[in-house]
């Protein structure tokens, strides 16, 4: 099956950044929250003590849960399209939610009343969680085609500004609270696509990091990213900046647009990239290092 989405469909949002302390009449609170940080310490067997800055902040922003945020996209995309029949959705995320416990999909599915929809979240694997979303979506959708009829999922990306402990890695990304959704659709191979122009999800992938950055370019000849056809097709890549400065650098890429998104938007930024840069009869393709792997995710627009 294939799986097929709008660049309109790519809605996100960007919240200011949640900087109000907590009034004092909330300490009984804050304490409470920072004994269940501690706790978390603890079971991780360090001995740091829970500051209170980062736990006012995050006690703070449940004004801005993954939920409340998502529902305002959500509102928006039934603007401009029907969402009532959803078969999946997809919650990934980068950083946790400033609600504990609660179903954000669950949430969703009844928020737009999708009630045999199927929902799921996807968590711990960085900003490359989206990728591995379309993967599961695509492999679910076609499962459950059998009757050769389209069927519908939303991808939700949502990320916060504040955690609950002190992170420099964190704060090196200089995070804003966002969120972003995609409205996907998978059609049987003898269906009809919906639009013209349509991105259509290719492949995921995930490889051992090259030794040097010199070794980006042979790697990617041997991945099996797009069909013969597609290859002829203008390629633009899509990066952080840490690659993308690696990437240009290299005599191999004189000839490929790199392009770079803005880290603050965490999980969201890939796709808010995205949505400026669609154009038909284009090839885009996602990367990025993590640890020691390197994650790639390709997709093509046709006209």
């Not at 001995?47 to 996209?73: C, G, Q």
């Not at 959705?89 to 737009?112: F, R």
């Not at 993308?244 to 803005?262: A, G, Y």
């Amino acid at each position: 099956m294939s799986l097929e989405f709008s660049a309109s469909n790519i809605l996100w949002h960007e919240f200011e950044k949640n900087n109000v302390p907590s009034p004092a009449a909330d300490s009984e609170q804050l304490d409470k929250v920072k004994s269940f940080v501690n706790a978390f310490f603890q079971s991780h067997s360090r001995i740091n003590e829970a500051p209170l800055r980062p736990v006012s902040r995050w006690y703070n922003a449940d004004n801005l849960t993954f939920t409340a945020m998502l529902k305002k996209l959500v509102t928006q995309l039934e603007e401009q399209a029907l969402v009532n029949d959803l078969d999946l959705v997809v919650l990934t995320h980068w950083t946790p939610d400033a609600e504990i416990g609660a179903s954000v999909t669950n949430a969703i599915i009844y928020e737009t009343g999708s009630h045999n929809a199927f929902g799921i979240a996807i968590s711990d694997h960085g900003l490359s969680s989206a990728f591995v979303a379309l993967q599961i979506i695509e492999d679910y959708l076609e499962d459950i085609g059998g009757d050769g009829r389209s069927r519908k999922a939303l991808l939700m990306m949502a990320d916060q500004d504040a955690i609950l402990y002190d992170s420099p890695y964190l704060a090196s990304f200089r995070p804003s609270a966002s969120c972003c959704l995609l409205l996907l659709q998978s059609f049987a191979p003898a269906g009809v696509r919906s639009v013209p122009g349509n991105i259509i999800f290719k492949n995921y992938q995930k490889t051992a990091l090259p030794l040097s950055g010199a070794g980006i370019y042979p790697l990617l000849s041997t991945l099996d990213m797009f069909s013969d056809t597609e290859n002829k097709l203008p390629l633009i890549i899509l990066t952080t900046m840490q690659l993308s400065s690696v990437l240009r650098r290299d005599e191999n890429f004189p000839s490929i647009q790199i392009e770079t998104w803005d880290d603050a938007l965490l999980s969201s930024a890939p796709w808010v990239l995205l949505k400026k840069l669609a154009r038909n009869n284009t090839r885009f393709l996602f990367i990025v290092p993590e640890g020691k792997n390197m994650i790639f995710a390709s997709f093509v627009m046709e006209g």
